[in-house]
């Protein structure tokens, strides 16, 4: 049996994440002070103390991107730690937008400091991309990858405006992104088609889409102090949708060749991620494909879990297990086994 950890990403945040966790669980606890502590030591906003963010958000902002994205990497190493002090470790991992984030920490590439400070940049320059824009993310049920993105070429040839398709998330469900007008516009050429429904999505950015690139650019000059280490397991990534070569190379082999490959190739990896489509379905079929029977969704929220089951039923597979690890509840379940 093999086993893949799959974190969630930004949209499944909530006040109040984590506090059975950091309760019941000393190393959730140790994970989740040092990694507030450190943030604090280096941003001077009170929004950092991550306990005060995640249990309380009195300040309503959890929901920010700045903010959303080191309380949950920062949940994601918690959850990963009281896994591998129970003996539980992936043999795969991988992670929906900012979780690919987690899933390297997983993958022992950088320690959850480390993980959370990325993020938090990776967050603040996310934030800056979207100031002054007036945009628009919708998800787009019961419609083919092809058609939809004759719509969005339409629409950019038309009005010169920019859309795009920025999450393949599973079987009829992709995610457009862009332009707020754009945006309509294709949902609406896209709701002509037969049993198509469009659902706009509460988000405060063109997340990976072109207005995404002075992030990446930022991310490219900040990975250049950032030392990586070999992986422990296999990741795949949401750029490629699947391993890459020289990442997963490293995993069993410790020459001067494979690591220079691997750190190089990660950063771009990641720079990448951030202003282009997310290729969940493809992870998750390629996971499938590998011998993949155990699932474990860390995070709050079933999102995931339920992509995996859409794809495994397309997939016709049956013989698969999935669990989402979001309360102490879920890591008694989960350890138990």
């Given at each position: 049996?093999?086993?893949?950890?799959?974190?969630?990403?930004?949209?499944?945040?909530?006040?109040?994440?984590?506090a059975?966790?950091?309760?019941?669980?000393?190393?959730?606890?140790?994970?989740?002070?040092?990694?507030?502590?450190?943030?604090?030591?280096?941003?001077?906003?009170?929004?950092?103390?991550?306990?005060?963010?995640?249990?309380?958000?009195?300040?309503?902002?959890?929901?920010?991107?700045?903010?959303?994205?080191?309380?949950?990497?920062?949940?994601?190493?918690?959850?990963?730690?009281?896994?591998?002090?129970?003996?539980?470790?992936?043999?795969?991992?991988?992670?929906?937008?900012?979780?690919?984030y987690?899933?390297?920490?997983?993958?022992?590439?950088?320690?959850?400091?480390?993980?959370?400070?990325?993020?938090?940049?990776?967050?603040?320059?996310?934030?800056?991309?979207?100031?002054?824009?007036?945009?628009?993310?919708?998800?787009?049920?019961?419609?083919?990858?092809?058609?939809?993105?004759?719509?969005?070429?339409?629409?950019?040839?038309?009005?010169?405006?920019?859309?795009?398709?920025?999450?393949y998330?599973c079987?009829?469900?992709?995610?457009?992104?862009?332009?707020?007008?754009?945006?309509?516009?294709?949902?609406?050429?896209?709701?002509?088609?037969?049993?198509?429904?469009?659902i706009?999505?509460k988000?405060?950015?063109?997340?990976?889409t072109?207005?995404?690139?002075?992030?990446g650019?930022?991310?490219?000059?900040y990975?250049?102090?950032?030392?990586?280490?070999?992986?422990k397991?296999?990741?795949?990534?949401?750029?490629?949708?699947?391993?890459?070569?020289?990442?997963?190379?490293?995993?069993?082999?410790?020459?001067a060749?494979?690591?220079?490959?691997?750190?190089?190739?990660?950063?771009?990896?990641?720079?990448?991620?951030?202003?282009?489509?997310?290729?969940?379905?493809?992870?998750?079929?390629?996971?499938?494909?590998?011998g993949?029977?155990?699932?474990?969704?860390?995070?709050?929220?079933?999102?995931?879990?339920?992509?995996?089951?859409?794809?495994?039923?397309?997939?016709g597979?049956?013989?698969?297990?999935?669990?989402?690890?979001?309360?102490?509840?879920?890591?008694?379940?989960?350890?138990?086994r």
């Amino acid at each position: 049996m093999k086993t893949a950890f799959l974190y969630a990403g930004q949209g499944s945040q909530h006040a109040g994440m984590g506090a059975d966790l950091y309760r019941d669980y000393p190393e959730f606890r140790r994970v989740f002070d040092g990694v507030s502590e450190g943030l604090q030591k280096n941003y001077s906003d009170r929004n950092y103390d991550l306990c005060r963010l995640c249990f309380e958000d009195p300040d309503g902002v959890i929901n920010e991107t700045r903010y959303t994205q080191p309380a949950m990497v920062a949940f994601a190493c918690g959850v990963t730690e009281i896994l591998k002090v129970h003996g539980i470790r992936p043999d795969y991992a991988a992670g929906l937008s900012l979780g690919e984030y987690s899933a390297l920490q997983a993958a022992e590439v950088m320690d959850s400091e480390t993980a959370v400070e990325m993020v938090a940049f990776r967050g603040q320059k996310m934030a800056e991309a979207s100031e002054g824009v007036d945009c628009g993310m919708t998800a787009v049920l019961g419609m083919g990858e092809s058609d939809l993105e004759a719509c969005c070429e339409k629409v950019r040839t038309e009005s010169g405006k920019i859309v795009s398709i920025c999450n393949y998330n599973c079987p009829g469900q992709i995610v457009i992104g862009g332009e707020k007008e754009a945006v309509e516009m294709v949902a609406e050429l896209a709701s002509e088609f037969d049993k198509v429904r469009c659902i706009p999505l509460k988000v405060s950015g063109p997340f990976h889409t072109s207005y995404m690139s002075s992030a990446g650019d930022a991310l490219q000059g900040y990975f250049r102090n950032i030392r990586m280490n070999r992986p422990k397991c296999n990741v795949l990534f949401n750029y490629l949708g699947d391993e890459s070569e020289a990442v997963s190379s490293s995993v069993k082999s410790t020459t001067a060749t494979t690591a220079a490959a691997f750190r190089k190739a990660i950063p771009e990896l990641l720079v990448e991620q951030v202003q282009k489509p997310v290729r969940m379905e493809a992870i998750i079929r390629n996971l499938f494909a590998k011998g993949v029977t155990d699932f474990v969704e860390i995070g709050p929220g079933h999102t995931l879990s339920g992509f995996v089951k859409k794809v495994a039923k397309d997939m016709g597979i049956s013989d698969y297990t999935v669990n989402a690890v979001e309360t102490s509840e879920d890591v008694e379940k989960l350890t138990a086994r």
